[in-house]
């Protein structure tokens, strides 16, 4: 099945700086990966997803890159700021047509963003 | 359009009872998936179902849990027995019909089960 590492496990920068975490996965058929913020208590959100047949997505501050290649894919968020601290976690799924399957999770990074 | 409701938010259990946990997917949506979380951990997936079928339950432990998604009404994860090792945030997410299989998984806002 899927395996998903994900990188670093905690992570501090300053406000405004830039954050950076990255996921490899294991099974080349996985075509969809979904990134999550978690904040305390409370439900996973879905910030930007990417499928396999894009390189790169972009949606405001956040940013996420994939190289099918190497398997692994990059979470960028720029001008961080102090409501972007949370736990990110990445995702991979085998998506096709009349099928949805899972989500193989990564164990998720801290993101602490200090004012 | 309200989102994913799962029920309880909390639900606490001593060692030996039974615990079920609901969860009634987006309006629209006719898959079901339930994840678990230890603490400080990621989620881990555990059954995925349609209405009155399960389609994956690769991630559920073989004894003492089930789950279900009948034609009516909310699908209900049963933990029974439980166990000290079964505290944990239970997570159920849905997404649309397989017609629309690249849409993505929402989540509902867990529930938090404490073992005594």
């Known amino acids: 099945g899927e395996n998903v590492e994900q990188h670093p496990s905690t992570l501090s920068v300053q406000e405004g700086d830039s954050a950076v975490i990255k996921c490899t996965y294991s099974d080349s058929a996985s075509n969809y990966f979904p990134w999550y913020k978690q904040e305390l208590g409370k439900r996973p959100q879905l910030i930007i997803d990417?499928?396999?047949?894009?390189g790169e997505k972009k949606d405001q501050r956040i940013a996420v890159t994939l190289n099918k290649t190497a398997k692994h894919f990059s979470l960028h968020i720029t001008e961080t700021q102090p409501e972007d601290s949370a736990v990110y976690f990445c995702a991979a799924s085998l998506r096709s047509s009349g099928s949805a399957r899972q989500l193989t999770f990564g164990s998720g990074t801290q993101l602490t963003v200090l004012p | 359009n309200a989102g994913v409701m799962q029920n309880p938010r909390h639900l606490v259990r001593r060692r030996g009872q039974e615990a079920r946990l609901r969860c009634s997917p987006m309006?629209?949506?006719?898959?079901v998936y339930w994840y678990r979380q230890l603490p400080e951990e990621g989620l881990k997936f555990m059954v995925y179902?349609?209405?009155?079928?399960?389609?994956?339950e690769s991630g559920m432990p073989k004894e003492r849990f089930s789950a279900e998604f009948p034609k009516e009404g909310p699908s209900i994860l049963r933990i029974q027995q439980v166990v000290r090792g079964d505290s944990a945030a239970y997570f159920c997410a849905s997404s649309p019909f397989e017609s629309h299989s690249n849409q993505p998984q929402h989540f509902g806002d867990g529930t938090r089960l404490s073992i005594l």
């Open positions: 990417i499928r396999s047949n894009v």
């Open positions: 179902l349609q209405k009155e079928n399960i389609i994956d």
């Open positions: 309006k629209g949506h006719s898959h």
